[in-house]
């Protein structure tokens, strides 16, 4: 089973400012790598696929990098609405297999 | 529009089997390269995919899991079944369906699985 890295556990940041949170896998998952924003009490919301495509309706903010075994997603100016949990997410191998997330608090 | 929403029993008692239901629109289970799966997540901790059938009734599950999982399709209904056999308190999450081709652009609300005697 791939074991995903998601660091830190916490980021605090202040609004407006950029965000760069890190996910590692124990082996290449190619770019078969997605990162999630989860809310309390809601369901996991796609942001980004294949490592780098944003979903549909998802800003411009947000961007994915990365292959192998190492990603990164990067949040360019944090609104209100984006202090959530995210996760990330390999389907190159069954089980896919989560990170345990990273907190984005309001600084 | 694709919608899924899980159904099923909130409160469950040890050793007893857990049925969900997934019940989907917008999309069907007998296209090429969809998938449906199941992913759980204790209060305060992290996801964990379960099971996920694909529209060739092609079957995966958690190896740590497998022996107590089952997944079927009804594609007729828009549906799929999740058994999880002799649930203990460990088990507690809230379990989500998500359609799935690879990654999971839609999932359901989720619900919320109690396991107490």
């Known amino acids: 089973e791939i074991v995903m890295t998601q660091s830190p556990a916490t980021l605090s940041v202040s609004p407006g400012e950029r965000a760069t949170l890190s996910c590692r896998a124990s082996?290449?998952?190619?770019?078969?790598l997605a990162w999630y924003q989860q809310k309390p009490g809601q369901a996991p919301r796609l942001l980004i696929y294949?490592?780098?495509t944003r979903a549909t309706g998802i800003p411009a903010r947000f961007s994915g990098s990365g292959s192998g075994t190492e990603f990164t997603l990067t949040i360019s100016s944090l609104q209100s609405e984006d202090f959530a949990v995210y996760y990330c997410?390999?389907?190159?191998?069954?089980?896919?297999?989560f990170g345990q997330g990273t907190k984005v608090e309001i600084k | 529009q694709i919608t899924l929403k899980e159904s099923g029993p909130t409160l469950v008692k040890p050793t007893q089997t857990l049925t969900l239901t997934c019940t989907f629109s917008?999309?069907?289970?007998?296209?090429?390269?969809?998938?449906v799966g199941w992913i759980r997540q204790p209060p305060g901790k992290a996801l964990e995919w379960l099971a996920l059938?694909?529209?060739?009734?092609?079957?995966r599950y958690s190896p740590s899991l497998k022996s107590r999982l089952t997944i079927t399709k009804d594609t007729s209904k828009n549906q799929v079944v999740l058994t999880m056999t002799n649930m203990d308190p460990v088990d507690t999450a809230t379990y989500y369906c998500?359609?799935?081709?690879?990654?999971?652009?839609?999932w359901g609300q989720g619900t919320l699985v109690t396991v107490s005697s």
């Open positions: 998500a359609h799935s081709t690879g990654y999971s652009d839609y």
């Open positions: 082996q290449s998952v190619s770019s078969n």
């Open positions: 997410q390999q389907y190159n191998n069954w089980p896919s297999t």
């Open positions: 917008g999309f069907s289970l007998s296209t090429s390269g969809v998938g």
């Open positions: 059938i694909y529209w060739d009734d092609d079957k």
């Open positions: 294949g490592a780098s």
